[in-house]
């Protein structure tokens, strides 16, 4: 089957840091653009964070930048999310998305998804 699975979320600090990690199964990344989101209660869905396949061009959102750290490694068919200086207004569901597209956040063009981890960061 065909699946990504998210890991790493969790809860901690004003501050503090947390490493997601985005491990795919059924197939393999080389060639697939890795995005991230998230979604806070009562918001809309943000696009945060791509990574090309090469790994050579990457994008964050203006919310993120300077914190957050995106990276891939092919040989273990897995993405990462480095997230630094976690601040409350981080907390959300954090999603893993892949697809064979161009640098892009437009979520319909991505055809696998996670089902999401959850990540909360305290006051």
């Known amino acids: 089957q065909v699946q990504l699975v998210e890991s790493g979320g969790g809860s901690v600090q004003r501050g503090g840091s947390l490493r997601l990690s985005c491990a795919a199964s059924?197939?393999?990344?080389?060639?697939?653009?890795i995005a991230w989101f998230r979604q806070a209660p009562g918001k809309e869905r943000e696009g945060i964070s791509y990574?090309?396949?090469?790994?050579?061009?990457?994008y964050y959102a203006d919310s993120v930048k300077g914190r957050f750290t995106i990276s891939r490694d092919n040989a273990k068919n897995t993405g990462y999310l480095q997230m630094n200086s976690l601040k409350p207004e981080d907390t959300a569901v954090y999603y893993c998305?892949?697809?064979?597209?161009?640098?892009?956040?437009?979520?319909?063009?991505?055809?696998?998804w996670g089902l999401g981890t959850q990540v909360t960061v305290s006051s």
């Open positions: 998305a892949t697809g064979r597209v161009l640098g892009t956040l437009d979520e319909w063009k991505y055809n696998y």
């Open positions: 059924g197939f393999t990344l080389d060639y697939y653009t």
């Open positions: 990574i090309s396949s090469s790994g050579y061009s990457t």
